[in-house]
């Protein structure tokens, strides 16, 4: 039923800011909780950030005051921020929307390099 497009991936220099989007299609968007979980080779998916359809929002502790998690329910889009990014934050990003069951995106490289 639901499908998730992400996009804004790429390779910034420590210090400096990307923001992902994923927009989502379908009439559910509004009401569910959506967020974005990271995975880098040899460890498991974690949570990064995600926001409930009442706006409220948990994050990592590794990325508060750095991320930023926000939503667009017109757009049906789901954004994360990201500023003063270090190399540890290197990772597959993906965005899933939660229901009675998971919906995943297909994840976005984001490589934090100099």
């Known amino acids: 039923q639901v499908q998730l497009v992400e996009s804004g991936g790429g390779l910034v220099q420590p210090g400096g800011s990307l923001r992902l989007s994923c927009a989502a299609s379908g009439s559910i968007f509004s009401v569910a909780r959506v967020g974005w979980y990271r995975q880098v080779p040899g460890k498991p998916r974690g949570l990064v950030a995600d926001i409930t359809s009442a706006l409220t929002t948990t994050y990592v502790d590794s990325v508060k005051g750095r991320f930023t998690i926000s939503r667009d329910n017109a757009k049906n889009t789901v954004y994360l921020q990201m500023n003063s990014l270090k190399p540890e934050d290197t990772a597959v990003y993906y965005c899933?929307?939660?229901?009675?069951?998971?919906?995943w995106g297909q994840g976005t490289q984001v490589t934090v390099s100099s």
């Open positions: 899933i929307l939660r229901t009675n069951y998971d919906f």
